[in-house]
């Protein structure tokens, strides 16, 4: 672990770095699939969900971004190339010929609800360790994500 303003240990540093870490893989490979899916979609509902998927990614870069300056200000290190998040991501592998507009909608609310279970546990993690800021930059991140994923929920009901 590098030098850190943080008053945490460095043990207490390094579980919470590594915790998200692995939020920090997982969203580089969401937002590689929102792109995919934003880029790809077709249907009825592409006028609403092309620029929907958009906002999607615009706020997940924000994010990976916020989780990798936390790292670095805990003193870890932020990794994240294709080649390592490819290795390393925990959600399923996105189909490369799909299409349709509402698999597109089906497929992203279970990628995200997978997102968001580690961006839950990594939370614990920092509840665990008394990293309030961490755990404060998490909240903000799930509660952005529950609601983009509400609006894809909303989107497949009938």
């Not at 672990?1 to 540093?13: E, F, G, I, Y």
């Not at 080649?83 to 799909?98: F, G, N």
Request: hydrophobic share 40%; charged share 25%.
């Amino acid at each position: 672990m590098k030098n850190s303003p943080s008053p945490l240990s460095p043990a207490v540093r390094r579980k919470i770095c590594d915790a998200l870490r692995s939020v920090l893989t997982d969203g580089l490979d969401l937002h590689s699939q929102i792109k995919v899916a934003h880029w790809n979609v077709k249907g009825p509902h592409f006028a609403a969900l092309h620029p929907l998927f958009d906002t999607f990614a615009t706020d997940l870069g924000t994010h990976v971004d916020d989780l990798a300056e936390r790292i670095l200000t805990l003193g870890g290190l932020a990794v994240g190339t294709a080649k390592y998040v490819a290795k390393h991501s925990r959600l399923d592998e996105y189909p490369q010929d799909l299409t349709k507009d509402l698999e597109h909608v089906a497929l992203l609310a279970a990628r995200i609800g997978q997102w968001l279970v580690g961006a839950r546990t990594a939370r614990e993690v920092a509840m665990g360790g008394k990293d309030d800021d961490t755990v404060d930059l998490l909240t903000g991140m799930i509660q952005g994500f529950e609601k983009h994923a509400w609006f894809l929920h909303a989107t497949l009901e009938r």
